[in-house]
């Protein structure tokens, strides 16, 4: 398994700004995602955060809104940004933990929960 | 249609009863299953994952797979208050996992 951190776990933000939410690892890891999961449903996949390199969206999901950082093997960032109330949303990130077995199962963060007013 | 489809629920189960959660995919190629559980509040939490046809057991949990029908399922024995949860179903093919909406769980005292 993995160690996730995120920060912050939550905030209240106005309408316009931005707000980058982190994520550490505490071991190097191949895959991190970012998701999101709006009240009351399932999660819905962001983006793949590449370590060096771009992110890479999932339709629906843009660079300019959601940009995103992973500079190392153990962390990254999520921005969202220009918020609107329909960003109020839990953003988790995940990694994908190969064990011996290759069973590439993912694991949570704690989540960060935005309002957006 | 949804690739992934489960019954939103609640489900009720009195407590000690067995739960049981149904999960259907759409993309036949998928190779490995899994099941979250996720209180309110907190985040997913894995509790099982399957890769063959056939049961698996952990403990109160089995899991149950059968790729020719594109189903899992998981059920919970001897359920407990403690069990009164939202179970995702996560499905991945090639790359990214898809996320189930979830059903959930209430155990009745």
């Known amino acids: 398994s993995a160690v996730i951190s995120q920060k912050p776990s939550r905030d209240i933000c106005q309408r316009g700004t931005s707000l980058t939410i982190q994520c550490q690892v505490d071991?190097?890891?191949?895959?991190m995602f970012w998701y999101r999961q709006q009240p009351g449903q399932s999660l819905t996949l962001i983006a793949t955060a590449n370590q060096g390199s771009e992110a890479t969206y999932e339709s629906g999901f843009v660079i300019d809104k959601f940009p995103i950082s992973r500079p190392n093997l153990t962390f990254s960032t999520l921005t969202v940004s220009n918020m609107s109330p329909e960003d109020s949303s839990i953003y988790l990130c995940?990694?994908?933990?190969?064990?011996?077995?290759?069973?590439?199962?993912?694991?949570f963060g704690e989540g960060s929960r935005l309002t957006v007013l | 249609q949804k690739e992934v489809e489960q019954n939103s629920g609640p489900l009720s189960v009195p407590e000690g009863a067995i739960a049981s959660l149904n999960c259907t995919y759409s993309d036949r190629g998928s190779q490995s299953f899994f099941w979250y559980r996720q209180y309110s509040g907190k985040s997913p939490e894995l509790i099982m994952f399957i890769y063959s046809n056939g049961d698996k057991e952990d403990g109160r949990f089995t899991a149950q797979l059968n790729k020719a029908s594109q189903y899992v399922s998981l059920l919970i024995r001897d359920s407990q208050p403690s069990d009164s949860a939202t179970y995702l179903c996560?499905?991945?093919?090639?790359?990214?996992?898809?996320f189930g909406a979830g059903t959930q769980v209430v155990v009745t005292p």
């Open positions: 995940s990694v994908e933990v190969r064990a011996p077995a290759n069973t590439g199962e993912l694991f």
């Open positions: 996560a499905v991945r093919g090639w790359g990214k996992l898809q």
């Open positions: 071991s190097q890891v191949t895959m």
